[in-house]
């Protein structure tokens, strides 16, 4: 059973940092184009990242491009959202997800399949 989960969130003042954390079970990470996503209160859920399986090649958002840095271990079977930096506006919860085609990296939500329940993160004085 494919099954992914964040860990990771929290809350932290502006300019903190926080690792986020994306575990896979059922099948391998490094098979797979990873995304991450954000969905703030009250807005549509955006792409923050991708890790393409067939290089490891990392994709960013502007906003958060800089500032944010997406990993993989590859025997741990997990992938990781370094966050620094961070802002207020980046309080959201944030998802993983595996993409449908792992020959590109996407931002758009719909062309994701399996997510995880995602972590939530608080950045504010």
């Known amino acids: 059973q494919v099954q992914l989960a964040e860990s990771g969130g929290g809350s932290v003042q502006p300019g903190g940092s926080l690792r986020l954390s994306c575990a896979a079970s059922g099948f391998t990470l490094a098979d797979y184009t990873i995304g991450w996503f954000r969905q703030a209160p009250g807005k549509e859920r955006e792409g923050v990242s991708c890790i393409l399986s067939s290089d490891g090649s990392t994709y960013y958002a502007d906003s958060v491009k800089g500032r944010f840095t997406v990993s993989r271990d590859n025997v741990k079977n997990m992938v990781y959202l370094q966050m620094n930096s961070l802002k207020p506006e980046d309080t959201a919860v944030y998802y993983c997800?595996?993409?449908?085609?792992?020959?590109?990296?996407?931002?758009?939500?719909?062309?994701?399949?399996?997510w995880g329940p995602g972590t939530h993160v608080t950045v504010s004085s």
């Open positions: 997800a595996i993409q449908r085609s792992s020959m590109y990296c996407s931002m758009g939500f719909y062309e994701y399949d399996y």
